[in-house]
């Protein structure tokens, strides 16, 4: 049985960090593609970040980019994604998807986690 597990989350005062990870089981992940997502109250889920198989390709969302940044550990069968200088509208829950090619749809990615709180305060 194949599981995405995050954490990481928390709440955090604006300008401040957090590293989210995501541990996946079940299977072996090196040969997908690993992602975040986010989703705020009210609001449709979102693209945050991408990486392929070997990293080699990664794609981040313009209202994080220079923020946050994200890696894989293959051996581990984890991604992570660190975000700096957070701001209020970082408050969402994060989930952490795997799936096919690297992609920014949702659709494209078959496994996903159960979502992490990050909130941030000012």
């Known amino acids: 049985q194949v599981q995405l597990v995050e954490s990481g989350g928390g709440l955090v005062q604006a300008g401040g960090s957090l590293r989210l990870s995501c541990a996946a089981s079940g299977r072996t992940f090196s040969s997908l593609a690993m992602g975040w997502f986010r989703q705020a109250p009210g609001k449709e889920r979102e693209f945050v970040a991408a990486i392929g198989r070997i990293g080699g390709s990664i794609y981040v969302a313009d209202s994080v980019k220079g923020r946050f940044t994200i890696s894989r550990d293959n051996a581990k069968n984890t991604v992570y994604l660190q975000m700096n200088s957070l701001k209020l509208e970082d408050t969402a829950v994060y989930y952490c998807?795997?799936?096919?090619?690297?992609?920014?749809?949702?659709?494209?990615?078959?496994?996903w986690g159960h979502g992490t709180q990050v909130t941030v305060s000012s």
């Open positions: 998807a795997v799936g096919g090619p690297v992609s920014r749809v949702a659709g494209q990615y078959d496994y």
